[in-house]
């Protein structure tokens, strides 16, 4: 049996996801909760702290407890020709745990395959880093144009001077459809037009020939290997970086 606090805290996030509480509106004081029955002054506090920790609230001394926003201020949505890249939500939790939790696509990547909690933990991080000012973090979700589920992901994270680095990844049962050509595109073009960056990286595992192909088909070029680049299922494994610059880029 889950200890009080837990069942509190759970019940209380599903309130938050339903909508029953609005972004900005303050939750229950602990002291009308404790006087409602729902535990002792500790057992609140520990099941306001667990919301706290998911990125559900935040804590505002003196004045309660205060509900975030469930997502970026300014949401991105690219549409490609085949795909559409959106903003992740709490219930692509299944759709992630496809593509992060199996090994096919994860030996490719720079991290092991990963459980459910751990996609939970991936999709709040997400989320919590999206809502970050300035964002220096473009993780969305890569879906077909006619179905909003997801089938992979897209990643430009910002490092240097007006500089980025490129992922992605798709599910395996969609593999050789296009769709990471499609969605690294949208996503490079967006980085270039809209944030203004100079230049794009990726660094590829040398054996990931499918994930090579797909940068050289979008014009990057072969820069050198990176050694021991990163360390993934149980050893150093050496990337090949390729790059773009926006004057290169076929729009």
């Given at each position: 049996m889950a200890p009080k606090w837990r069942e509190l805290a759970d019940r209380l996030a599903a309130q938050i996801h339903r909508g029953d509480f609005a972004t900005g509106q303050r939750l229950p004081h602990i002291r009308d909760l404790v006087a409602a029955g729902e535990g002792s002054k500790a057992t609140v506090h520990a099941a306001y702290k667990a919301l706290e920790a998911q990125g559900l609230v935040t804590s505002s001394r003196g004045h309660g407890t205060i509900v975030r926003p469930h997502g970026p201020a300014r949401p991105i949505h690219l549409v490609g020709k085949q795909v559409v890249l959106r903003e992740f939500t709490r219930d692509d939790v299944t759709d992630v745990l496809a593509i992060i939790g199996d090994d096919a696509v994860t030996t490719w990547l720079s991290f092991d395959s990963r459980d459910r909690v751990q996609a939970v933990a991936m999709i709040e991080g997400t989320l919590e880093r999206a809502r970050q000012e300035p964002r220096t973090e473009f993780y969305l979700g890569v879906t077909k144009r006619d179905d909003d589920r997801v089938i992979g992901f897209a990643r430009i994270g910002l490092s240097g001077v007006q500089a980025g680095k490129l992922g992605y990844a798709i599910t395996p049962k969609?593999?050789?459809?296009?769709?990471?050509?499609?969605?690294?595109?949208?996503l490079v073009t967006y980085a270039f037009r809209e944030l203004g960056l100079h230049r794009v990286s990726a660094a590829i595992g040398p054996d990931n020939t499918a994930s090579v192909a797909v940068v050289q088909q979008l014009g990057f070029t072969r820069e050198g290997v990176l050694r021991d680049h990163v360390f993934t299922n149980g050893a150093w494994r050496d990337s090949v970086l390729f790059s773009v610059l926006a004057d290169e880029w076929s729009w």
């Open positions: 969609e593999w050789g459809r296009g769709y990471a050509t499609d969605a690294a595109h949208a």
